[in-house]
């Protein structure tokens, strides 16, 4: 139950604050609204409001819908008429100006991509987010080995001069990549010198097959080792560190003179150090301090002893910090999504991640059992798809509507009905085969 349970509240949560947009740049735009309803199908609860709208709640709780007074509404949806003022019947949807008309419905994307910041921008600020060293161990392509100075121990920090810091950043950059032939530029910083170099690596229809593009750092020419930067993102109430100075955001840059690369090398020093104390050099914004720290001391899961100082490695941001972060983020991933989409048309990129209904009430349960924080996440990257996808030129989505004006405003007037019908009838057939596909992706990965 709570897989089912979890999807009707993430898609309902999606569908709705996608609908309210809609709704609310309507209702600004004088626009008068039948319904607004959260669910399809019989409506089971309804209550109107003083300016004659039916706010409803509908009997399938996955989906929603606004209905606008138009023109073809008396002749349409019957259902849908109550008794109306002149002012309200002048309202219709045709009568308000293309750029009002093409507001409301660009008001669903956008409002969907809102729902993304403030998701992202509330994890960011109330998280530890851990921070990465993509650091290179061992080189596996001849290329690297006979053409370029990278060893063991560099780190790489961009990709085509796109900055790279986690797993994700760089499945994601090399996934935007698939189908390349050229070169591709990755940007190393050397361990000896700690300058920036960089390595063309040429290609020939890069990721070309789906075992590539499920593990696409495994085909780069060289292995990384993801350790932690030895930035302080937490420290523990009982930790002598706080009273002693340390903060948090301090990055840890020597530990008793000895130099400090990563949190890796933090618990290396500490693991045979037999001293009370540790001399601290940290980068506190942009400045050199020096601390020093007394240990503590607990047993390890074998009941060994061992010293601590006492943190958590990661990054803390501040309330402004997390909405420029969760701002970026939603911004880089749509443009990601649309870039896997036109990718996936002209077949550069698999569709083995496409998921339809199966894969998301999967999702949503492994994420909701798996706590808030992932089942919010899964809930913005969601948003943003839903989104992208509604902007896509396709008839009965709002991106076709969008097609659809801008089409009324060279002819200097609407299409014809048979060529709307037929538009409409296109829009239909590409949604649902895309929706029977991607059912067929679903079960296929279950059998």
């Not at 293309?98 to 960011?124: C, D, E, H, Y």
């Not at 560099?154 to 810091?165: C, E, H, P, Q, T």
């Not at 009982?238 to 990563?262: C, F, P, T, Y």
């Not at 839903?386 to 200097?412: C, F, H, S």
Request: proline residues 4%; glycine residues 8%; hydrophobic residues 45%.
């Amino acid at each position: 139950m709570i897989y089912l349970l979890s999807a009707i509240v993430l898609l309902g949560i999606l569908i709705a604050i996608h609908e309210f947009g809609h709704f609310i740049v309507g209702r600004m735009c004088n626009i008068h609204i039948y319904r607004f309803s959260i669910g399809m199908g019989p409506v089971i609860y309804k209550k109107l409001d003083k300016h004659g709208t039916e706010f409803a709640l509908s009997a399938l709780p996955l989906g929603g819908y606004v209905a606008f007074h138009t023109e073809k509404a008396i002749e349409q949806e019957l259902d849908l008429l109550q008794p109306l003022t002149p002012e309200q019947n002048a309202s219709t949807f045709e009568s308000r100006p293309k750029w009002q008309r093409a507001l409301v419905m660009l008001a669903g994307p956008v409002a969907n991509f809102l729902l993304a910041i403030g998701i992202l921008s509330t994890i960011f600020a109330s998280s530890v987010e851990r921070q990465f060293i993509p650091e290179v161990t061992t080189i596996s392509s001849s290329y690297f080995q006979e053409n370029s100075s990278l060893k063991g121990g560099d780190v790489l920090i961009a990709i085509n001069n796109k900055r790279v810091s986690s797993l994700q950043d760089i499945r994601l950059e090399l996934l935007s990549l698939s189908g390349k032939t050229g070169t591709i530029d990755f940007i190393f910083l050397s361990s000896l010198n700690r300058s920036e170099y960089t390595v063309s690596l040429p290609v020939t229809d890069y990721l070309s097959n789906q075992d590539e593009q499920n593990e696409p750092e495994n085909f780069m020419g060289f292995n990384l080792s993801m350790k932690l930067q030895p930035t302080i993102g937490a420290i523990a109430k009982d930790s002598l560190a706080r009273v002693n100075g340390l903060k948090v955001n301090d990055r840890i840059l020597e530990v008793n003179n000895q130099l400090i690369n990563s949190f890796e090398d933090v618990q290396i020093f500490l693991r045979d150090y037999q001293g009370t104390d540790i001399n601290l050099k940290v980068e506190r914004e942009s400045k050199t301090v020096f601390l020093n720290i007394p240990l503590g001391v607990r047993k390890n899961p074998d009941g060994l002893e061992e010293k601590y100082i006492g943190v958590m490695p990661g990054l803390k941001r501040s309330i402004f910090e997390s909405f420029y972060k969760g701002a970026y983020e939603t911004y880089n991933l749509s443009l990601k999504t649309l870039m896997f989409v036109g990718k996936m048309i002209t077949r550069d990129l698999g569709t083995q991640n496409l998921s339809g209904p199966i894969g998301i009430v999967k999702m949503a349960g492994d994420t909701a059992n798996a706590g808030l924080l992932p089942f919010l996440y899964l809930m913005a990257l969601l948003s943003i798809s839903l989104g992208v996808l509604n902007l896509l030129p396709i008839p009965v989505l709002d991106g076709g509507q969008l097609v659809m004006l801008g089409i009324e405003a060279v002819r200097g007037s609407p299409m014809s009905e048979k060529m709307e019908n037929l538009f409409f009838m296109s829009g239909w057939v590409a949604v649902g085969s895309l929706m029977i596909f991607a059912i067929y992706n679903d079960i296929s990965k279950f059998l």
